[in-house]
Each structure stands twice: as C-alpha cells, then as structure tokens.
C-alpha cells in the first residue's frame, strides 16, 4: 500500500511539473495572446469569475452595511454614478463610453451585479477595486459615507427605465469633482500610504522600494528619499514639506513635470509616513 501510495504522489508531481512546464513555455514563447480583442478560453473565464465571487464573499463577510434606505443618499449615489461610473458601465438607455466598450473583460451591467453581490459585497469591490478588470479602487477618491451612497443608488438602479434615470439626472445635483475624503487619522499609516501611492500611480514616474509595479524610470527615483536633505531641489525635506509638495507641487514649483494629483490631506500624509521608511 505505501507503495502504491508514493507512486501515486510521484504521477502526480511529473503530471504538475508538466503542467509548469508547458505554462512557462506558452508564456516565455509569447504564443499566449494578450490582446484585448482575444477572448478568454472558456476553463480560464471560469476559473477567475468563481475566484472573484469567492474573494469577494471573503473579504466583505465582516463589513455591516449602515442605513441606505434614505432618498438623499441614493440621490447623491445618483450624482456620482453619472459624473464617474457611467462612463464604464453604462446607465438605463445610456451605453458605455467608447473606451469602455474595448475592454477586456467588457466592464459589469450593475443591474445584473444586484442581483449577485450583496450591499456589503458591493461595498467592498467600489472601495478597493478589482485586478486585472479595469475596475479601480475608489477609498482614495470618495468618502466613506459617499462609497455607501453609491451603493445605495446601485442597489436602486435595476428598478429604474431610461427615462426616469433621465427625469433623476436633469433634477440631480451635479457632483463633477471628487468629493473631499475622510479627515486625517491623529497618526499617519505608513502601510495605507504605500498603497496610496500605487493608487495615485506613482509608479508610473518613479521608482519606489517595497512598492510593486511597473516602476517606470520617468522621474527620480525615490530611493532613500528619506535621506535627503531636500525635496525636488527648493524644500528642506520636513514632514510638512513632504505633504505640501505631494499636495501642490505645480504651486511650489510652476511646471514641473510632477502634477497636481488632487491629493486628500490624510493621503498626503500617510504617503510620506510610508516614504520616511524608505531610507
């Protein structure tokens, strides 16, 4: 028996390493396609649909949806879903953006998403995103008490015809910018801030220790950044210089390459609590 037992495990380790094998081969060899115009195998498609369900049930079993019931919460939901969701998916009688309609995946009908992911679910994918879907992670860009609104409106959205999302639209308040985000917590958050500046794509300029991306040599690396004496060549590198650069680096240095971000105060913050370990 226990010989039977290891030559089981033996087939079983040459059929994985077989399995690598040919994976890293399709893949080193570039015959794996990744166009946007190329569907997913059938096996694959199914494979990362049930892994998103089952990671999203995970992650969001403790968060405990507030009151969203009420009529100005689903109208300020209302707002921001035109001025930022709309775009990618669409609305009652109103199709994506252009750009949208390329996407692969081909971005979620939220009527149907209702109908699959509970407020708390829903919750959790609007405030942290989803990888490889095009989906973003809005906890940088929102409230908290505006990531429910949406969800409040989301929830509302399947019992509405194109015209009374028209009718909803015209007699609703415009809500174009981001809103302010949540006030900075008394201590900065070292590890919130390293994920803050993936989300404010710092990695497309820079490169940054620790943070994983593509890490993009454009500008100055940030490598022992918390050693210098000064930050882009005019500041004493201070914490409260380090926030001021971050936050309006276009006022304390006119056209510089390094944009306004519109970055939150308490984001500010805790990117460079996070950059003050990067020594």
Known sequence: ????????????????????????????????????????????????????????????????????????????????????????????GIAPEVFALGMTPVPTNLADST???????????????????????????????????????????PHLSPAQYAERVKSSPAATAFPTADEPQETPDPQRGKVALDQYACLTCHRIPGVVGEQAPVGPSLEHIASRHYLAGRLRNTPENMIRWLRAPQEIHPGSAMPNLGMSERDARDIAAYLYTVR
């Open 1 to 92: 028996m226990r010989v039977q037992l290891q030559s089981v495990v033996l087939v079983a380790v040459g059929l994985l390493a077989g399995a690598l094998a040919v994976g890293a081969l399709v893949l080193y060899e570039g015959f794996y396609s990744v166009a946007a115009t190329r569907q997913h195998f059938r096996p694959t498609f199914w494979l990362l649909k049930a892994g998103l369900h089952e990671s999203v049930e995970h992650h969001a079993r403790r968060i405990v949806p507030p009151r969203i019931d009420e009529a100005s919460l689903r109208d300020r939901g209302l707002a921001l879903y035109h001025s930022q969701c709309r775009q990618c998916h669409g609305a009652p």
């Open 115 to 157: 109908r699959l992911y509970t407020s708390a679910e829903l919750y959790w994918i609007v405030k942290n995103g989803l990888k490889m879907t095009g989906m973003p992670a809005w906890e940088f860009r929102l409230s908290d008490g505006d990531l429910w609104a949406v969800i409040a409106f989301v929830r509302e959205l």
